[in-house]
């Protein structure tokens, strides 16, 4: 540890740089899981609250919940046979308020469940996000495709669905609004293994957000980000201790003419990459929390602690195995062989 600190010292520059650039990796992959993990709670905030089950949609809807119909006397042996489970429909739309402003929501109904929201005709509850936008508890708000009107009964926390948020309303309401009788799925809770119901495919909680438009893209597409930025710090360990090393072969071979073991040498190593990535880390840490406690409440942004902690550990294993990988030569050197070349 000692020969380490030392070099780190007569370096500083040298190691400056490549902690920087591993800080600027490593923030930014904080802030896009940050964002991937916001864009899907505000994609899927609704079906994620919910606990471990099955959803169960027509078998002929190709994974489409929206075009799922329910053979209604299935359903209700469904129902009459676990008392847990609850039919459900979900469909966009969008209501207006007052000042007859529209508001993108998702219709929710269901039957009597201690899952959903209950609600009576002509009532609706709403995710709170619509409380920012205005809407208050006794609104009356309507639908154009809704004979009747809608009274704000209360809010709800966090439920989302396909970006927009929640409605829920009468199951009465619902039909008469989408012209349907049938129920779009079923969900039955706490299941370890899907039932076999006759016409209808099962999809668990993490299956079925892949039915949801544009999720599985989305996350995709983050996550491939993410995971391509620490590829990239672990590329960038090798190769910075790769050049170090080949500028120190001279140093090495002196070293095991004395009697310093190899490993002695692959321990410096990792110490380096430990002290600059925990440094690099640390600061890349505090400033992604400090900015999800300021971003915008508007910005889907979710950032845990333990999702910082996991990827600081996914960062440390990469850079102990760039840095690894990068010593490799240092087993090879040979100690005459290496002070012949001049490098002292």
């Known amino acids: 540890m000692n020969i380490a600190w030392k070099e780190i010292k007569k370096n500083k520059a040298r190691f400056m740089i490549l902690g920087s650039i591993i800080f600027l990796v490593s923030f930014l992959t904080f802030i896009i899981s940050g964002l991937s993990n916001g864009l899907s709670q505000d994609n899927a905030a609704f079906i994620k609250d919910l606990p471990k089950g099955h959803f169960y949609m027509n078998a002929d809807a190709n ?5 799922s119909k329910i053979d209604e006397q299935l359903a209700d ?3 009459t046979d676990d008392h847990d489970a609850a ?3 979900i469909q966009m739309g969008f209501m207006n308020d007052s000042e007859d402003k529209q508001h993108s929501v998702a219709f929710v109904t269901s039957t009597e469940s201690k899952l959903f929201e209950s609600v009576q005709k002509g009532e609706v509850v709403l995710d709170r996000s619509l409380e920012e936008d205005g809407i208050k508890i006794g609104d009356i708000l309507t639908n154009n495709q809704f004979s009747g009107e809608f009274k704000v009964k209360g809010f709800v926390d966090q439920k989302k669905y396909s970006h927009a948020p929640v ?3 009468n199951m009465e309401n619902y039909k008469e609004i989408y012209r349907v009788n049938e129920m779009q799925l079923i969900f039955i809770p ?3 293994d899907a039932k076999d119901f006759s016409g209808l495919q099962a999809f668990s909680n993490k299956e079925f957000l892949n ?5 599985s893209a989305e996350q995709m597409s983050l996550n491939m980000i993410i995971w391509f930025l620490v590829v990239i710090s672990g590329m960038l360990f090798a190769i910075f201790f790769y050049m170090m090393n080949v500028q120190k072969i001279g140093l090495y071979g002196i070293l095991k003419a004395i009697g310093v073991k190899t490993i002695s040498l692959f321990y ?3 110490n380096q990459m430990l002290f600059i990535t925990v440094i690099a880390l640390g600061l890349s840490v505090a400033l992604s929390q400090g900015f999800a406690k300021i971003a915008p409440s508007g910005m889907p942004f979710s950032l845990t602690v333990e999702t910082s902690i996991q990827l600081s550990c996914i960062f440390l294993v990469i850079g102990f195995i ?3 990988l990068s010593g490799i030569q240092i087993k090879k050197v040979e100690p005459l062989q290496a002070i012949q070349q001049g490098e002292a």
């Open 63 to 67: 994974e489409t919940y929206n075009i």
């Open 211 to 215: 039915t949801i438009p544009s999720y």
């Open 322 to 324: 760039g840095a690894t």
């Open 167 to 169: 409605a829920y309303i």
């Open 190 to 192: 706490g299941q370890e």
């Open 87 to 89: 039919a459900l429909s």
């Open 77 to 79: 042996n469904i129902l």
């Open 268 to 270: 410096m190593m990792w």
